[in-house]
C-alpha cells in the first residue's frame, strides 16, 4: 500500500517561495500518478499539480500555472511542489496523494503539510 509523507509547509511573505516534498513508500510507483491538492480556510479540497511518476507529464491547475513547479526524483521516491510568486492566496494545508494510471480515483488524503502567506 502506498504511503505518503508530506512535508516543507511554513511562513513566507507573499512574493517569496516555498519547496514542499512528498515522500513515497510502499510500492513502485512506475505506473502511478502523484498530485499535489490543497484546502484552504472556509473552502473545499481542490486540485493544484499532478505529475506521472513514469513519464515526468505534469498538469496544473490555472491558478498556479507559471509559478508552481512539479517534479519528481525517481531516486529517492520523492514528489516536489517548488512555490515560486506565492500570494496569500495560496495559504492552505497542501497534501499529496496518489493514484494507479489506470483509475481516475485518487488514493487517501494523508497529513497535510500548512503553507501560510503573508500579505
Known amino acids: 500500500q502506498v504511503q505518503l509523507v508530506a512535508s516543507g509547509g511554513g511562513l513566507v511573505q507573499a512574493g517569496g517561495s516555498l519547496r514542499l516534498s512528498c515522500a513515497a513508500s510502499?510500492?513502485?510507483?512506475?505506473?502511478?500518478?502523484m498530485g499535489w491538492f490543497r484546502q484552504a480556510p472556509g473552502k473545499e479540497r481542490e486540485f493544484v499539480a499532478s505529475i506521472n511518476w513514469s513519464s515526468g507529464t505534469t498538469s496544473y491547475a490555472d491558478s498556479v500555472k507559471g509559478r508552481f513547479t512539479c517534479s519528481r526524483d525517481k531516486a529517492k521516491n520523492t514528489m516536489y511542489l517548488q512555490m515560486n510568486s506565492l500570494k496569500p492566496e495560496d495559504t492552505a494545508l497542501y497534501y499529496c496523494?496518489?493514484?494507479?494510471?489506470?483509475?481516475?480515483?485518487?488514493?487517501?488524503w494523508g497529513q497535510g503539510t500548512q503553507v501560510s502567506v503573508s500579505s
Open positions: 510502499g510500492g513502485t510507483f512506475s505506473s502511478y500518478a
Open positions: 496523494r496518489a493514484r494507479p494510471m489506470s483509475t481516475p480515483i485518487w488514493g487517501s
